[in-house]
């Protein structure tokens, strides 16, 4: 007799290890037992590890905690404030340091530009003081309207000691001469800086040695002359001396020959402006064809009326100059020797 039929106990362990057909086919997957449910547990309070874990995850910044400063005591403070004084007295030190020091740079550059200063005058000396002198008053005189504070030192001390004063003497005068024509090939400034050059080259503008010189030898190319002036200039001096000889011969002087034009007393223009100076003058005009008659060179209107304003033979400083006086003075006072003073 067959009892009833036995029913197998459903096991929920025995099904989950069972293997089950997957969707793509009869390949089975494995499957991991299921976690047994915990019931929900109240939120612990972090601990400070857990707090330190959560700064160092770069999904949440971390969080500056103030570092709060513990309260002083009374000894600390005193000890502090002494500290800080302390501080404030070497900085203070330091700056009064560095600006003494500072002061003390400051001193030695301006001693060591006085004493630069005061050796390039004592190189310069002579003539380059009477030329700074000149310079530097240009401001309390006042002078012609071409003399401005630019214009070249030298030329400012030609018309501060040489320009418009009446020279007689033979020397002078041929100097005088022979660089007015030297003015066609340069200019005043050019020829006064090396004025120096040209008295050692025509002996000291002596007429009767310079008459003497040979003519080949002092216009050949390389010669010291050559850099002066052109053959054609130099060989119009060197005649120039031969013809003054002659003149010396016969009117006793070249100074009494050439004042004679002028009745031995300087013309007197007195210009306001310098567009009132000519060129030339009917005067220049005669003594130039009686020098030409002579023989000169290089003694047109113009050349010689340059030369009668440097010899003093008319008085071109416009009469705002303080110049234009001081020549007349000189005229009158029938001063003779035209030579500046040294």
Request: proline share 8%.
């Amino acid at each position: 007799m067959s009892g009833p039929p036995r029913v197998r106990p459903m096991n929920i362990a025995h099904l989950e290890s069972r293997p089950v057909l997957a969707p793509a086919g009869n390949k089975t997957r494995p499957t991991e037992p299921r976690k047994p449910l915990s019931k929900p547990t109240k939120k612990s309070e972090k601990t400070p590890q857990d707090v330190k874990h959560k700064k160092s995850t770069p999904s949440s910044p971390p969080i500056a905690v103030p570092n709060f400063p513990q309260r002083e005591t009374a000894p600390s403070l005193l000890r502090r404030q002494d500290s800080m004084t302390a501080s404030c007295s070497s900085d203070a030190s330091s700056s009064t340091t560095d600006t003494s020091s500072l002061s003390g740079r400051v001193g030695v550059r301006k001693k060591q530009y006085g004493l630069k200063r005061e050796k390039v005058e004592r190189v310069v000396g002579g003539a380059d003081s009477l030329m700074t002198d000149s310079i530097g008053s240009l401001e309390s005189r006042k002078r012609c309207a071409w003399v401005t504070p630019t214009t070249d030192p030298w030329y400012a001390a030609f018309h501060d000691e040489e320009w418009g004063v009446p020279v007689h003497d033979d020397k002078r005068l041929f100097e005088l001469l022979s660089l007015s024509g030297a003015l066609a090939e340069r200019t005043w400034p050019e020829i006064l800086n090396k004025r120096n050059m040209f008295r050692e080259v025509f002996l000291d503008f002596d007429p009767i040695a310079v008459s003497n010189l040979n003519e080949k030898k002092f216009v050949s190319p390389g010669s010291c002359a050559s850099s002066l002036l052109s053959e054609v200039k130099l060989r119009a001096i060197i005649e120039n001396a031969h013809q003054m000889c002659k003149v010396i011969i016969e009117f006793g002087s070249f100074s009494k020959y050439i004042w004679n034009f002028v009745n031995h007393k300087p013309i007197v223009s007195q210009f306001r402006y310098p567009r009132q100076v000519p060129v030339k003058t009917p005067k220049a005009e005669m003594i130039s064809k009686d020098l030409v008659r002579r023989g000169f060179r290089s003694v047109g209107p113009t050349v010689i009326y340059t030369f009668m304003q440097v010899a003093g033979l008319t008085n071109d400083h416009l009469i705002s100059c303080f110049r234009f006086k001081e020549c007349m003075i000189m005229a009158e006072a029938g001063e003779k020797d035209g030579t500046p003073k040294s």
